[in-house]
């Protein structure tokens, strides 16, 4: 890819064949392409070396690492045969076809956060997605969506590219649908378009990792209605493209002197808001444009697969969380008392239910022509019963783990000869430990459930893909309620009517 | 059978050959048997046609009538062939070896109460024992208990018996163990044994449907200790045998005149106490003799398969819970008011929680030789999941359903001459349904969570199937907590340890 | 009162002076008033000896025992001097002025139940309507109301009669109001006026212990709007008024042979439909005849009053609840269990809760004029806190007695010579209680738990004084939600607005 | 006081009369007195000016503010008369001897966080362990006890000292009582003793506000038993003193450049681990020496004053939370909404409900001789209510205000020329706000819910006097169980007993 400062050319022919399973090096590399990224009131230069923002570049780039692993049946995992050429691709550029296609999903973005210790947030949102916009097409009626989207596919394949999803439009008065706003960018819309494509105004929040990803997937945040044609729109675009800010609010960087060391890196991903003033879209890239008929079957069926990707990636979050609590208890040695062991049960049934509702929302999928979606009604039950419940469960870690994570010393006290000693010999728990190692667990835990990270996955828990209402909303459309209704009615002698 | 009102012989040699798929009016002939059953303190002649006993007779006569059927899909459900001879016999008969054969279980449970009108409980809960039974005789080394269980299994096949489980002891000071009571006899054990059998003392109680059972199945209620050798004791026996009395609750008894008609008749389950007075249980029907290492694994067992059966028969029990709840809000004409349609989601979360559960359950089963054993932990989380959210459920169908389901006049009041036309105009609702359609929705709700069948179903629902507790003991014995913990251990750097 | 046949006559100077405070067979005689009472169909003769409406009387007769206490602590809280003549009144019929007037109504209430062991529920919903009536009166601007009002308590305090509070229409299609339904009657409504009075039309449903009420006082359901004066009727009539008809839900009679003894004798209330088939109410009789503008007031200002009610009578019941937790177990020897212990305090918690919230309320009232009503917010929080955790208490309450209570052995097993003995040597639990002690503790939890009467108690805590969501509605009414607002607005440097 | 760098003598005699009312630069100069105060494993010269400690010392000194305020209804809330001087005195100094002075508590600690922005958290706290210290000395039956109390107590309103508790123990292995652990200073103890007074040894964790107080006083953490007699002591020491060493966890200092402007000035507090390394404390400052049968009274009664002065504290809080969930209603334009509307009315529950209990606690207060105490059960109940809901709460505050509040720019961003307009325009929201005015509340909604800070919050929530594990040990102390059992006895007739 010559001139990584030019925006990249959206022609596929002159793309080099080896490109497909890019390396972490060759990922970080196209990041430094002009794109325009703000934090903190300043342009960022480059976003793999800032301060901030390179930590959320690292927990992108865990993606191209586990591709490249050295251990076969990792990379077994993550990279799949093109179906047609044989080449390797990331196996996230396989559509589902099957209940096993979903489960190795699901294992993806586990072992993902296991292996590099944060989520790489990009391919999975991105096919979400994508396999949204492909159930979508094959509806449309018209050839010309379906040959964007695979070619678009192709492209994707063939250079191994990062992705992040735009979808929350900024919204303005919420009580108002787009049209009746003060203005009409609340919502992102079509404002021309031409021979070369379409131009498009608006903004989009909440955009997790946006600053590592090679192109932005932007999708309706909603159904639309008629006469909301002009906001029905969705397409892919270089992130370096013209017309596209970037601003990123600032998180956590490396690890600072203060904090006690780790078993795993720093991982984290930053929140952007992106903006989009008069961007042109070309024609191929362009997934729908006008047909709002069609916006409420691309909205539910992208927030289906992206919960479901909610789904995976919560489950070795709430594993560690629920280890956090085990090994705490027996640091301060109370794990057989009776109300600590109460409490490790309520949190291991909250992890293990949500494994199991994976497991049946996988195991009874719903089929658009050839691609599996989630069980759509048991998938948002999952997103609901992690986002309902985590607070409580984040309760109870703090409960078992003590006030400590929130009071304990620093590692620099703990450095300091004067304090050195003194803070051993009071800050031990059980024998089973040494205090260092207790003192690495309560920072362990602060992290998970005292800290302005916790903070915010709380937030992140109740809003990412969508609020606890956007579940209950399909729930309640994807119920059996008239068949409930119907056993009633028969065993209480009544005729069932429509 | 000759002479009913003898103790049926255990040899099976004259037992008839085409007995293996009983009629109904086979079924309710074998259980005029002088089996000894009180109720309200009188000894009860006949259980077939006692009032209220007839109720519990029928009920579980469901499960012939399901056999006989003339539907054929129905009948491939329940009857199954012989896996050697080939003859048709009750497909409860066959143990379970794949996730399949569960799904078969769930299926059975399931349609015999949609398409009898109440659980037919019998056959289910005493292969549930059964299966326990041989997952521990295939362990225990003693090739005689497999044998007599194998045995055992085949006069069931071809006498196509019901059976009940009786597994609670009496307990008396629930804060002490059997050896240290008052008296020896609150948990049912050996009093003597001889070259004929064991001879048993004892007292079982919430034993459901047992006037219905022909044979008994006893199991220790929990795991024993060293010094408890004499109550780790498994047997069956006819419940017409010499020293078995029945003491069983009054439950309702068939439809009153004051009832409004509905679409099922009414089907219910009596609860017994049994008491064994010095009981003789020959030796080829005792599958455990005082080997208390194996009683944990006996209790469990049969607790995961029960636990399983009771995820089975809530599922369509709570189906048509949340019908009264929609019905109910379509004749008030509440459906679609916000607050209702949240409660209704509420509800619907409920259910379809618990078949998610039961389908994971189903799909990651455990192996104990040749016979699959439902997920222990998701089959406990099924339960626990059923039990602890009950009450709420049904406070919000008593919410949506309004305060007539307690304050309805009776089917009387409805067909006198003077009231029925003031009832008819002011207790219309929405005008989809007329007054009468309406009054037997509301007879229906009120049975379902306004009545002495309601609290009832409350009690078991706690209790049954062992309490809460039991779930979450259960719980705390089989998640994952050291892989919990490694994980954080891991992250924290701190090696993990045994 | 001669000839109680005859519909009493309202004016006040013919009657006895001495009749202020009423003996109960002075009660029970004047409701054999040829009143038009209906159950099962049938006319009832004499509402005073029929099987099931005799517990009804006798529940409401407590009050007049009372009255009539040997106990001079009891009679002084009963009983209270007329303000002008001194002469010994009911003290219900006493407006409140004070905290301390709002605190003697708690305690009342308290003590009618624990002395008598169940609600004589009568005068308390009478007077909470009596002075709802009373604090609109004040504000409607004509004089006569208030007027009436008066001359109406005074009629009650004279004769000391017994009242039955009736709001709740039958309301037809909830989804639409009183003028849009498929008939005007499905709200009671004045349906003619002459010199004489006005004629009323419609039903009223759920009115607790009507038949043992000498008074109906009637009120509108809710607010009513500009075009439904005609709904917005209030008024007071005699029980035995021509075309008054009640139609009464059986529930149960005098304690069976089935069920073991007890401390206290039988206590119930009956719940009735009160149909008025054009009914005239004499010009001082009415309290609200189309001023729809204060439909509100006296809808909320009943409501809270009715509400502090419930709190009142919801203490001791769920005292006595916590009672059975508690006793059951000990009896069980499981009092010490953690996890038991656990629930009981979560049980504690929730009385205590109920009675600190009644505190506050009492001590923070509203005052309209000079009479105090209970805070409106406290008050529906009351409710509501009692109303919302009622089933998870129940469940506890079930959880902690075991299984026992729904399959317990009659009192006539109890008592046959065969199953006596048995039953001793098996029910027995804690030695510190004989086993006939146990069963009848577990008896009464059977009763307030899991029979028809504690399943009726829960619909009625759910619906009973209004549903969950008319306590959220004024609660959102009555939160000060913008001085919350202004508190953040300041903090956040936004100038606080309207 | 000469000499700011020597530890202050404790003798009265010298002290300056006019000191009683210390100005808020007194109380800054006091705090520069050579305490040895750690953070991040540097000595701090000076908590006034440190960049951290300054904004946990002007949290402190708003209560010096306060007594000086310019409005005479401050003042005269903050500022009472000796009792028998009649000078000028703090009224924290003034025990509390009725209701109505337990009420001024409440509305002083509500207030000073409403005028100030934070709590000035120091004579709270200490008067809590004051008024304990002087109730367990009424009772232990030493004079110079009670005498040393009084004489310290004028010793605080003389020299108007600010204050910390010293409670919780670093308790090593928490299964283990303190003479079991590894090391004998998991708990404070005494080492030593002479003829000036004790030597003793341990440290204290989580002493909030440490760095800010003249004195600490320090009570053991639990109920000592007889073999922990040298675990039993009480005292007050100079913060100052010879062999104190305090080490703080960093927190947030001064709004940074990045934050948006607020109506208040950032207020926090400081969370300290006290090591004492063999402190001589001098005889007169010795409360409670090996007294082990007293620990529990001091334990209990400090905690129930101190969860009272949580209670109050709260109370504030969680109205600003309210605030903030209604302002971000109103600016999203979702005010209206009815599951907005049902969070709100939650929301507002759990506000009143705790205002509720606090005046329930005060109403029912115990009284030890003259002093009273808030209601033991009443209190508990009200700090299990706010810290068991409060998570909840925040997720409810969370999930209204949206995934902005953990997204948003910063103001560095809403300063950046180019940034400005586009931020201006897209982040409105309802036209009755500016986006500026949306931005700044979103800001002070992160800062509640969705940042360190916040986190932080819930494990103070959490582990704050107590965890919630302790109030229900409490309640279960206090709740009247043996009433309920014997009600319950009684109405089943059996005899209550012991």
Tied chains: 1, 2, 3, 4.
């Excluded at 001139?3 to 990922?27: K, T």
């Excluded at 600072?256 to 008069?278: C, K, N, Q, T, Y």
Aim: proline share 6%; aromatic share 6%; charged share 25%.
């Amino acid at each position: 890819m010559a001139g990584v400062a030019e925006p990249r050319p959206l022609g596929l022919e002159e793309e080099r064949c080896n490109m497909a399973i890019r390396s972490p090096d060759e990922f970080r590399e196209s990041l430094r392409d002009n794109r325009r990224v703000f934090m903190n009131g300043e342009l960022v230069e480059d976003v793999t070396t800032h301060p901030i923002l390179k930590v959320n570049t690292e927990t992108a780039a865990g993606d191209f690492l586990l591709t490249h692993s050295e251990d076969p049946a990792v990379r077994d995992l993550f990279v799949a045969s093109h179906p047609e050429t044989g080449e390797p691709i990331s196996r996230y550029f396989l559509p589902p076809h099957t209940s096993e296609d979903l489960e190795k999903r699901l294992e993806m973005i586990g072992q993902s956060i296991r292996l590099t210790g944060g989520l790489p947030f990009g391919k999975d949102v991105g096919t979400d997605a994508m396999y949204a916009i492909m159930t979508t097409a094959q509806r449309m009626g018209k050839p010309e969506y379906l040959e964007r989207a695979q070619s678009y596919l192709e492209h994707l394949r063939k250079n191994d590219l990062n992705l992040c999803g735009a979808i929350t439009d900024v919204k303005g008065d919420r009580g108002k649908p787009p049209a009746q706003q003060t203005h009409p960018d609340y919502y992102l819309h079509i404002v021309d378009q031409n021979k070369d494509g379409i131009v498009v105004r608006g903004a989009k929040i909440h955009i997790t990792a946006a600053p590592a990803a090679n192109d932005i997937l932007v999708l309706p945040t909603r159904q639309m209605r008629e006469n909301e044609s002009e906001y029905s729109v969705a397409f892919a675009i270089p992130a370096n493209a013209k017309g596209i800010t970037m601003v990123c609010r600032p998180s956590r960087g490396e690890r600072s002197p203060s904090e006690f060391p780790a078993g795993l890196p720093v991982r984290g991903l930053v929140e952007a808001m992106i903006i989009f003033d008069d961007v042109l879209v070309p024609w191929e890239r362009v997934f729908m444009c006008g047909e709002w008929q069609f916006s409420m079957l691309l909205a539910y069926t992208f927030a289906t697969y992206h919960r479901f990707t909610a789904v995976s990636y919560k489950i070795p979050i709430v594993e560690l969380l629920a280890g956090c609590a085990v090994a705490m208890a027996e640091m301060n040695g109370v794990e057989r008392v009776g109300h600590i062991r109460a409490k490790l049960v309520e949190i291991a049934a909250y992890v293990e239910t949500l494994k199991a509702l994976a497991t049946a929302a996988i195991k009874s999928p719903v089929m658009h022509g050839d691609l599996a979606v989630p069980n759509l009604l048991i998938t948002n039950m999952g997103k609901l019963h992690f986002a309902s419940h985590y607070h409580e469960i984040i309760k109870l870690v703090q409960d078992i783990a003590g006030g400590i994570i929130s009071t304990m010393p620093t590692y620099k006290d703990w450095q300091n000869e004067e304090l050195h000693k003194p803070l051993e010999h009071y800050l031990g728990g059980s024998s089973k430990y040494t205090t260092e190692e207790r003192l690495r667990m309560i920072a362990l835990t602060h992290r998970m459930v005292a800290s302005a990270e916790s903070a915010h996955m709380e937030v992140v828990t109740v809003h990412g893909e969508g609020s606890m209402e956007a579940q209950r909303m399909m729930i309640s459309v994807e119920s059996p309620f008239k068949e409930y209704r119907n056993l009633a009615l028969t065993a209480a002698g009544v005729p069932p009517r429509g």
